[in-house]
């Protein structure tokens, strides 16, 4: 989206009093970054403007050497099954159809499956200005956790 339509829709849903930010960490637990002392945190930015559901979910994460990694979060209707990756190898690299895998890393063995599998999450894949790929998700109705991966195998606690 060209930044003169992004400032459009900006002003559009500041006067409509529908717009609404979120500010959440991202902690590496497992990976590169997780082994640095003291680790990274990185801030996820969430903007949502109410009533423009394709262009209306815009997120970004600020990185490291001012990288900014951006995209749109979208909303799954239902998570689907659990898979079966390592993390940390490239095949757990983004995107993915779900993060199944990173979810049980940081929460604990079955989180998924117990407490994400079949319910609403919102999902994002972000890309950086210097090539970073983050792909998150993070629970719709609690919008509080979730968790993410990235391309140079980190996984991530979201909160």
Do not use: C
């Amino acid at each position: 989206m060209n930044q003169k339509a992004w400032l459009a829709l900006l002003t559009v849903g500041i006067l409509s009093g529908g717009i609404t930010t979120s500010a959440q960490k991202l902690y590496p637990v497992e990976g590169p970054l997780a082994a640095h002392s003291p680790a990274p945190v990185y801030t996820v930015n969430k903007i949502a403007i109410s009533g423009i559901e394709s262009l209306s979910k815009k997120i970004s994460v600020d990185l490291a050497n001012g990288e900014v990694a951006s995209g749109i979060w979208t909303i799954e209707k239902r998570a689907s099954s659990a898979d079966t990756q390592m993390p940390g190898t490239a095949a757990s690299y983004p995107p993915q159809p779900n993060l199944a895998f990173a979810w049980d890393t940081v929460y604990g063995q079955g989180f998924y499956v117990a407490r994400v599998l079949g319910g609403e999450i919102g999902q994002a894949v972000l890309k950086g200005n210097k090539g970073t790929i983050i792909q998150l998700e993070f629970l719709y109705r609690n919008r509080t956790f979730g968790v993410a991966v990235d391309n140079k195998g980190n996984i991530y606690k979201l909160i």
